[in-house]
């Protein structure tokens, strides 16, 4: 190490940080050469990107997957203007990503006129302090080295999320004159998981035990899928997941009844207002969900580490749950105490078992009931034109083959996820939603999700609105430019239509035309060529498919790209609704 910003690559690469994604700037030039020139380009490599927003949603995707931070590089106060959205969106996700960035010379006489004045600011992390779970400007080389683990350490501590370090360039510049210590890792452990309260346990489970028509409400309870299926398969009890976390319970199980906010959310809504007691496990928002039930109570156990996730800027806390019980631990821990407890304390008395059948049985008849009507509906609309999703997310399954089960959905559509199309049945199958609820995220995370996956088996797949696909594009390129095989599936109905609705929904209040809706909404005038810009920037590009028949087809011609480790769009026309 010669330089300072030696001292961050060796720190980058001892923390196995194995990526940077980045769009260049000479805020942090200094560590810019000790990655290709001191590290030789290597753990971590250069990941490129054309935007800010990219290349933290890249790091927020790849941490989706891994569970892991990988690094984003951003340019100065602009650059980090430029990526306050996607680090809000993995704030939101409580996904670990690492924020590297530059400003100065702080010592003014060392700065160049103009450019390094415009692009120094005070406290430059305040820019994204209220949504960051630290951030840090190390004023010396020296300091460098304990930033950057401390900053490692909070971004995986659960609840995690994203941290910011600020990098002086004259101290990444500066040639070290005294040899600077760097911490021996292999001697520090990562911090432990949160483990529950025995005490919580064994009241939760004699709740559970007691209760006549308990539910399970799940959200990132973790990747431990035998644990949670034991738990909800020894109390027979029906469950629901949501689509804004991961996939963690098979989705085909016959207890599982539906997922919040997709079109089978009115199951969900039915079985909580049935409920007599709620086990939510890290849920996003459990209090909005029990308020499905219009006030009549019902007997929370709420295992969250939500409440460490807590700050005043963002209300992303949600309104407060009324829990008789908060246990705040690691979701995978906290249900294996739970699974372990019960069995304990059902014991084998015949009665309890009896009751737990007819529970099981009760569950199972409603969800296939459901999954029927759901069938049925989708079925009905399958030779639409302009084309429904469930058709196209059929094809598309269809098409993946024997590789459908450990295909990866990165990203879901903001139009209604349909049911009973596409089944989640293995950890990571779904990796949840962005977070934030920020239009321009997606791409990135899927592409991220993507780097994460290569080289395993697993495919990648993005369902994107036209106007997320058009809000951050440019993340093909960086697929394209890098060899990362992944799938978008652009569910094109030519419009903004979440928002379509929105002044549907305020015309019809003040009692003026509904018709005007589509003003200042739709994109078909002119049509975006999602096919041509694909292949303008690299990738492979098929549609616009506007014939449902034509699917099929397509989805096999593009998935050929995906195994030649090419990324590779498919425009599809479909109907809103
Ligand atoms: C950064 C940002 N800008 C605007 C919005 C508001 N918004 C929410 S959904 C939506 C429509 C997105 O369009 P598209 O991806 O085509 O999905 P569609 O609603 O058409 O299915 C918009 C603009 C947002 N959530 N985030
Ligand atoms: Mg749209």
Redesign the pocket.
Not at 437 to 440: C, D, E, K, L
């Given at each position: 190490m010669e330089w300072g910003s030696d001292v961050v690559a060796e720190m980058l690469r001892r923390l196995a940080i194995p990526y940077i994604a980045l769009e260049p700037g000479a805020s942090f030039r200094g560590l810019h050469d000790s990655i290709v020139n001191y590290l030789g380009n290597d753990a971590p490599s250069l990941i490129l990107c054309n935007h800010e927003e990219v290349a933290v949603a890249i790091a927020h995707g790849y941490a989706k997957f891994t569970g892991r931070a990988m690094a984003a590089a951003v340019h100065s106060n602009v650059g980090l203007m430029h990526a306050s959205?996607t680090i809000f969106c993995a704030w939101c996700d409580r996904a670990p990503v690492l924020v590297l960035g530059g400003t100065g010379p702080m010592d003014a006489t060392a700065r160049r006129p103009w450019i390094d004045w415009i692009h120094t600011s005070y406290a430059q992390g305040e820019l994204v302090r209220n949504f960051t779970k630290w951030e840090n400007q190390p004023a010396s080389v020296g300091a460098m080295p304990e930033a950057l683990l401390r900053a490692w350490q909070v971004a995986h501590l659960e609840p995690r999320g994203p941290v910011y370090v600020c990098l002086d360039v004259a101290l990444q510049e500066q040639k070290i004159a005294t040899p600077v210590a760097i911490p021996d890792l292999t001697r520090i452990a990562p911090p432990s998981p949160a483990a529950p309260d025995a005490d919580l346990i064994e009241r939760a489970v004699a709740l559970l035990v007691r209760a006549e028509r308990p539910l399970i409400m799940l959200g990132h309870a973790g990747e431990g899928w035998s644990d949670v299926v034991a738990l909800a398969e020894s109390l027979g009890a029906p469950v629901v997941t949501d689509r804004l976390s991961p996939a963690s319970f098979p989705t085909d199980h016959p207890l599982h009844q539906g997922t919040a906010r997709t079109q089978s959310n009115v199951a969900v809504v039915e079985e909580i207002r049935a409920a007599d007691l709620i086990l939510a496990i890290q849920k996003v928002d459990v209090a909005g969900a029990v308020r499905e039930r219009g006030g009549d109570p019902v007997e929370l156990i709420d295992v969250s580490l939500e409440p460490y996730a807590t700050r005043s800027w963002s209300a992303d806390y949600q309104a407060v749950p009324l829990a008789a019980l908060s246990i705040t631990a690691n979701a995978g821990l906290a249900v294996a105490a739970l699974r372990g407890a019960l069995t304990r304390a059902l014991g084998d008395s015949p009665s309890a078992r009896r009751r737990i059948e007819d529970r099981a049985r009760a569950a199972t008849a409603r969800s296939q009931k459901r999954r029927g009507e759901w069938t049925a509906a989708n079925q009905a609309r399958r030779a639409e034109r302009p084309i429904h999703l469930a058709r196209a997310i059929a094809e598309l399954r269809t098409a993946l083959g024997d590789r459908a089960a450990q295909t990866i959905l990165a990203q879901g559509?903001?139009?209604p996820w349909p049911a009973a199309t596409w089944e989640f049945t293995t950890p990571k199958s779904y990796l949840g939603a962005d977070g934030g609820?920020?239009?321009?995220s997606g791409t990135g995370i899927a592409v991220g999700a993507a780097l994460a996956a290569r080289g395993t088996d697993r495919a990648v797949v993005a369902i994107?609105?036209?106007?997320?696909m058009l809000?951050a594009p440019t993340a093909l390129w960086t697929a394209a430019h890098h060899g990362i095989p992944v799938l978008f599936l652009v569910?094109n109905?030519q419009?903004?239509?979440?928002?379509e609705e929105h002044q549907d929904h305020v015309a019809r209040v003040r009692g003026r035309p509904p018709e005007n809706r589509w003003i200042g909404q739709r994109m078909d005038r002119p049509a975006v060529d999602f096919a041509g810009l694909s292949r303008d920037l690299g990738a492979e590009g098929f549609g616009p498919i506007e014939d449902p028949d034509d699917l099929g087809a397509t989805f096999r011609q593009a998935l050929r790209a995906l195994e030649e480790g090419r990324p590779v769009l498919v425009d599809v026309r479909i109907v809103?609704r």
């Open positions: 959205m559509p903001l139009a609820a920020g239009v321009g994107v609105g036209d106007g997320e809000a569910a109905n419009s903004y239509y979440n928002d809103p």
